[in-house]
């Protein structure tokens, strides 16, 4: 089992920046990657980023290439998403996920998630 503790969410004004953080624990070594989901009120919870496990591959939402970048401390079993140039379209709660077996872009292929940090954008 792997356990997934976000933090770092908070209020920010459009065009601000802000870093959410994921601390892992548990069977981490038996990880792929991991990766950054977003769910704002009434939609479905949708791809961020996610970041390999070995060599560190990355992959991002077209929304958020070039704003967002994913970075992880494997060390300290930390993943890191630095936000810059928010706007209030990302506001949403933010969801660390892990998977076994690869850094897809779907919701079902990740194994294990943490609760959420809201990040609210204000105009």
């Known amino acids: 089992q792997v356990q997934l503790v976000e933090s770092g969410g908070g209020l920010v004004r459009a065009g601000g920046s802000l870093r959410v953080s994921c601390a892992a624990s548990g069977r981490t070594f038996s990880l792929a990657a991991m990766g950054w989901f977003r769910q704002a009120p009434g939609k479905e919870r949708d791809f961020v980023a996610a970041?390999?496990?070995?060599?560190?591959?990355?992959r991002y939402a077209d929304s958020v290439r070039g704003r967002f970048t994913i970075s992880r401390d494997g060390a300290k079993n930390m993943l890191y998403l630095q936000m810059s140039s928010l706007n209030p379209e990302d506001t949403a709660v933010y969801y660390c996920?892990?998977?076994?077996?690869?850094?897809?872009?779907?919701?079902?292929?990740?194994?294990?998630w943490g609760q959420g940090t809201q990040v609210t954008v204000s105009s």
């Open positions: 996920a892990a998977s076994k077996y690869g850094m897809g872009a779907g919701v079902g292929e990740y194994d294990y």
């Open positions: 970041i390999t496990r070995v060599g560190a591959y990355t």
